[in-house]
DNA sequence: AGGGTAACCCGGACGC
DNA sequence: TGCGTCCGGGTTACCC
């Protein structure tokens, strides 16, 4: 489910149900939902922390726990609930966490693809990602230099966590047509025009989404509507809303995606 | 360095 | 209705 702006939503959802609980118990469904550390140290580890505070890093939702931070990364189905009273499992429940008061934090995962992270080292992990979309180092200037220093797909590279970190399939696809930019174009030859452009179509698309709660794709995640706002994501065959042109799919880096070619010339 | 591909997983959609 | 195939909000490893 989740990009940048669908963690945001979760993280400021949970703050309240979680900021200043404590965890009493936890029940792993699913090994392999724990990146790290063993099941028993997990276990070990966690019981008897109080959660301090919620925050988000790039697609990371981040528990700082008194001696630990958990991070959790939801990646394709991944979801979090709050629900009230003795555990019941629920189906693809992958991580239950038992609080301190009378509710549990349930990690539902369809296709166990997410994983989380109990640490003293969260840097090791959330080191290697770049910037965030809307922090200090990201800059329109910023962006050229870094576009130019590569010389790569803009569609990969945007995805590509270490370069900028936050973006998914759909906010890419939306920024690069607000920006009118080809998803295949070599990064080096974007213009500083261009450059500038892409630097504030990427907040605006971001922030859009956060407004509108996230995107709700499928059966995965709810409560957000921004799926209902998408300029060219999932619209292939039907008409750009700036031109009029029949928005077309390709694939690029495995990934489908859609584009206007009126819009986003390959030149 | 950059690209292509497969893999991890499951369920919904679609074609026959 | 049933079965086979394809698809995917993410990321990593590996190969050329």
Redesign the pocket.
């Given at each position: 489910?989740?990009?940048l702006p669908?963690v945001e939503t979760i993280a400021r959802a949970l703050q309240p149900d979680l900021i200043g609980k404590t965890i009493l118990s936890a029940e792993v469904r699913w090994a392999?939902t724990l990146a790290t550390p063993s099941l028993i140290q997990f276990k070990k580890q966690i019981v008897g922390q109080k959660i301090l505070d919620v925050s988000r890093r790039?697609?990371?939702l981040i528990l700082n726990l008194e001696d630990y931070n958990l991070l959790i990364?939801?990646?394709?189905?991944g979801d979090l609930m709050i629900r009230e009273g003795k555990i019941i499992p629920e189906?693809?429940d992958r991580l239950l966490l038992n609080l301190s008061d009378h509710h549990y934090l349930a990690f539902n995962d369809?296709?166990?693809?997410g994983r989380v992270w109990l640490t003293s080292q969260p840097e090791e992990?959330l080191g290697?990602l770049g910037p965030e979309p809307f922090g200090k180092v990201f800059t329109a200037q910023w962006l050229f230099e870094n576009l130019h220093?590569?010389?790569?797909?803009l569609k990969?590279?945007l995805?590509?966590?270490?370069f900028i970190?936050g973006?998914?399939?759909?906010?890419?696809d939306e920024c690069l047509h607000i920006a009118n930019l080809h998803p295949?174009a070599?990064?080096?030859n974007v213009t500083k025009e261009q450059a500038a452009a892409l630097h504030k179509a990427i907040r605006a698309v971001l922030k859009e989404g956060i407004r509108r709660n996230?995107?709700?794709?499928?059966?995965?995640?709810r409560g957000?509507e921004?799926?209902n706002y998408f300029r060219v994501?999932?619209r292939d065959g039907q008409p750009c809303s700036v031109c009029g042109t029949t928005i077309q799919?390709l694939?690029?880096?495995?990934?489908?995606t859609h584009i206007c070619p009126t819009c986003q010339p390959m030149r």
């Amino acid at each position: 489910m989740p990009e940048l702006p669908e963690v945001e939503t979760i993280a400021r959802a949970l703050q309240p149900d979680l900021i200043g609980k404590t965890i009493l118990s936890a029940e792993v469904r699913w090994a392999r939902t724990l990146a790290t550390p063993s099941l028993i140290q997990f276990k070990k580890q966690i019981v008897g922390q109080k959660i301090l505070d919620v925050s988000r890093r790039a697609k990371y939702l981040i528990l700082n726990l008194e001696d630990y931070n958990l991070l959790i990364h939801l990646r394709m189905s991944g979801d979090l609930m709050i629900r009230e009273g003795k555990i019941i499992p629920e189906k693809h429940d992958r991580l239950l966490l038992n609080l301190s008061d009378h509710h549990y934090l349930a990690f539902n995962d369809t296709r166990k693809f997410g994983r989380v992270w109990l640490t003293s080292q969260p840097e090791e992990i959330l080191g290697k990602l770049g910037p965030e979309p809307f922090g200090k180092v990201f800059t329109a200037q910023w962006l050229f230099e870094n576009l130019h220093a590569r010389k790569r797909s803009l569609k990969p590279l945007l995805l590509d966590q270490t370069f900028i970190a936050g973006l998914g399939n759909i906010y890419t696809d939306e920024c690069l047509h607000i920006a009118n930019l080809h998803p295949l174009a070599s990064s080096n030859n974007v213009t500083k025009e261009q450059a500038a452009a892409l630097h504030k179509a990427i907040r605006a698309v971001l922030k859009e989404g956060i407004r509108r709660n996230g995107a709700s794709i499928d059966w995965v995640y709810r409560g957000g509507e921004f799926q209902n706002y998408f300029r060219v994501y999932g619209r292939d065959g039907q008409p750009c809303s700036v031109c009029g042109t029949t928005i077309q799919k390709l694939t690029v880096g495995q990934r489908g995606t859609h584009i206007c070619p009126t819009c986003q010339p390959m030149r």
